[in-house]
């Protein structure tokens, strides 16, 4: 907002003027979320704490040593979407159909996750079933990707009699480490359901990873960090040179103000990880982890990194085929591969301590990200 109002009087005020760096707007963005996260939190964890006074916020699917928990406010990630929203929308082109993307999914995402949390909360049911999830969410992503990533110029079709109205601008998928002139698969009429499967997929990927104190919140500002690199390079021309064709990645127009978004989300992640560390005072709740799951993913899909996403998401993807593994082979055997799922809960029983496993998933999601960056040399 603060660019859509001021960058048109740089004519006649020139500090406006620095309005017109992406870079610039990254920082401030980041910035406005960490500092509105850390203001603003002691006094919204204290109305959580005060809603919530007797609830039960702990996940039954847990081992018993998280009992000591029970108390701790969760729904914190509303004040994550609060930061988050503010950054980026002061400080992004509003103009932009790619951000208008993100935030559509991020936020309807947040809906069916805020819905979830109160079910559980206040009509002490488990909330929505998995199935409804599921199909709600496909249906958010699956209108927003159409909506907005798609062409609706009319066009004749001279070889047959109606009008076609509106295709998906690009189905193609560019490969990690292969550079885009070598190969880039056209997936056709499978793209939007395989992106959309991206999308949701990353999104229960961050809720099931979303089990212990800063768990979640750490690799997920890794990530933003990582598609804010990737965003910046794929939309941004600096004096003629175009960075994109340089790298041998796909060049998004206007996907430098990704970059805003996702420096809005590591500001908004590092301010909620400052009450979420062990022991945490808050929990993020359905509410942030399936909208932070979202976001990232329709990053990934809009930055044309749909495959990159499994590198720079590998730890929310490690949990989630965890649970997948644990699932199946119970059916079929009636055994277990992991003492419980997802695999944090196996090393908790294993005798590792909360902040050990923590730390070293962080750690794994920063040697992830650090391959996916040096995969646009790779090319």
């Not at 066009?155 to 998906?168: A, H, R």
Request: charged content about 15%.
């Amino acid at each position: 907002m603060i660019y859509w109002l001021l960058f048109p009087l740089a004519d006649k005020v020139t500090l406006f003027n620095v309005l017109r760096y992406p870079s610039f707007r990254v920082v401030m963005a980041g910035l406005t979320a960490l500092l509105f996260c850390l203001v603003v939190g002691p006094w919204f964890i204290g109305k959580l704490r005060a809603a919530q006074d007797g609830l039960d916020t702990v996940r039954e699917d847990t081992p018993d040593s998280h009992l000591q928990k029970t108390g701790t406010p969760s729904m914190g990630g509303l004040l994550i979407l609060s930061s988050l929203f503010l950054g980026t929308l002061l400080w992004v082109d509003l103009t932009n159909h790619l951000i208008w993307t993100v935030l559509t999914i991020t936020a309807g995402f947040a809906a069916v996750g805020f819905y979830d949390d109160w079910r559980k909360f206040k009509n002490g049911t488990k909330g929505l079933s998995g199935r409804a999830k599921l199909a709600i969410q496909f249906g958010i992503a699956g209108v927003a990707i159409y909506a907005f990533l798609t062409d609706w110029s009319i066009i004749v079709d001279s070889t047959f009699p109606f009008v076609k109205i509106g295709f998906l601008v690009d189905t193609t998928i560019a490969l990690p480490f292969v550079a885009t002139h070598i190969w880039t698969p056209d997936l056709g009429f499978l793209y939007p359901v395989f992106v959309v499967f991206v999308v949701v997929g990353t999104s229960h990927a961050v809720n099931l990873t979303d089990g212990l104190d800063g768990l979640a919140i750490g690799p997920s500002i890794v990530a933003a960090i990582t598609w804010l690199v990737l965003a910046y390079a794929a939309g941004t021309i600096i004096a003629g040179f175009n960075i994109a064709e340089y790298l041998y990645i796909p060049h998004i127009e206007g996907a430098e103000e990704l970059s805003v978004f996702c420096a809005a989300l590591a500001g908004a992640g590092i301010g909620f990880l400052w009450y979420n560390t062990y022991p945490a005072t808050v929990f993020m709740g359905d509410v942030g982890s399936l909208s932070i799951g979202g976001g990232l993913g329709a990053v990934a899909i809009l930055t044309k990194n749909e495959l990159v996403s499994a590198i720079v998401h590998g730890v929310f993807l490690i949990e989630a085929l965890s649970v997948i593994l644990q699932v199946g082979f119970y059916k079929s055997t009636g055994r277990r591969i992991f003492r419980m799922a997802p695999i944090h809960h196996h090393f908790e029983l294993k005798g590792w301590a909360e902040p050990k496993v923590i730390v070293r998933f962080w750690i794994m999601s920063i040697i992830l990200a650090l391959v996916a960056v040096a995969g646009l040399k790779l090319r």
